[in-house]
């Protein structure tokens, strides 16, 4: 799973399939088909921890999953990024910057909603720690997120 991190990518918010992350009070930004299409086909799907950027905003910690997307059979993978930050907007159509850091999980199934929740809290937790590392605190100050077209994007 580490073979391809940090992984550097760009692209716009796109409205996702209406699983209700959001009323889980864990939405998640979806990247497009075409911005998942782009990253390396072997990248194991779970859930990762990294640094994101909406805009030109602040860069904030992150928790990202890579899953395979119900939208396509599941044979297409999905990409959706949750901010650990309060927003005041959404902020669909926007750029959304981030770096993939570390691996946190494999994908899982749970046996109820509580069990889910609970699950994705804990990860919360960990991609916290994990990124008060001052190894991983590093790259928040990378100039990815700095310059209007960033050096280093991945495949792009
Ligand atoms: P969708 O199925 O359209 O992805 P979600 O319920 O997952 O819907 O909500 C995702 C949207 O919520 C994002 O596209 C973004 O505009 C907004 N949003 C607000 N706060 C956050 C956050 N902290 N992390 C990710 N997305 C957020
Ligand atoms: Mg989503």
Request: some cysteine; aromatic content about 12%; proline content about 4%.
């Amino acid at each position: 799973a580490m073979r391809h991190l940090p992984y550097f990518c760009r692209g716009e918010v796109v409205k996702g399939f209406g699983r209700g992350s959001k009323e889980l009070g864990i939405p998640t930004a979806n990247f497009s088909e075409q911005v998942v299409e782009s990253f390396p086909s072997d990248i194991s799907t779970g859930i990762y921890y990294g640094w994101a950027c909406v805009g030109n905003g602040d860069v904030h910690k992150m928790v990202l999953s890579i899953g395979w997307n119900p939208f396509y059979k599941n044979i297409k993978k999905s990409v959706e990024t949750h901010i650990i930050h309060t927003f005041k907007e959404d902020f669909y159509g926007e750029i959304l910057s981030i770096v993939i850091i570390g691996y946190i999980r494999p994908e899982k199934n749970f046996d109820s909603l509580e069990a889910l929740i609970s699950a994705i809290q804990e990860d919360i937790e960990e991609a916290k720690r994990q990124l008060d590392l001052p190894e991983h605190l590093k790259l928040k100050e990378d100039n990815f997120f700095h310059l209007p077209e960033g050096k280093i994007v991945n495949n792009h």
